[in-house]
């Protein structure tokens, strides 16, 4: 059987839920949530995710999920890539 990685980029409009051992959850509008084990190096300069203060705000969120076909069974990962700030409060 062969390898193969597809990724499939997109962006939704979600909701910061938690920060916890280097994992980011947001909620989404399909009221999915969907936990990022990856985060752009843009977005960790930009905003502080560690602190809480950034805790139930909305943003403009582009990820990547990337999907591994790792010895059959499928392997997803989730990619955050961009973060923009919808609410100011």
């Given amino acids: 059987m062969s390898y193969y990685e597809t990724q499939q980029t997109k962006s939704e409009e979600g909701v910061f839920i938690n920060y916890s051992n280097g994992y980011y ?5 399909f009221e999915e949530k ?6 752009s ?3 960790l300069e930009e905003y502080n995710l560690q602190d809480g ?12 999920e990337v999907i591994n076909d790792l010895d059959d069974d499928d392997f997803i990962i ?3 890539l ?3 700030l ?4």
């Fill in 25 to 29: 959850t947001f909620v989404f509008s």
């Fill in 34 to 39: 969907i936990i990022f084990e990856e985060i």
């Fill in 41 to 43: 190096k843009s977005v």
């Fill in 53 to 64: 203060s950034m805790l139930h705000k909305t943003f403009d969120v582009t990820y990547e």
């Fill in 78 to 80: 989730f990619r955050l």
């Fill in 82 to 84: 961009k973060l923009e």
């Fill in 86 to 89: 919808l609410d100011a409060y």
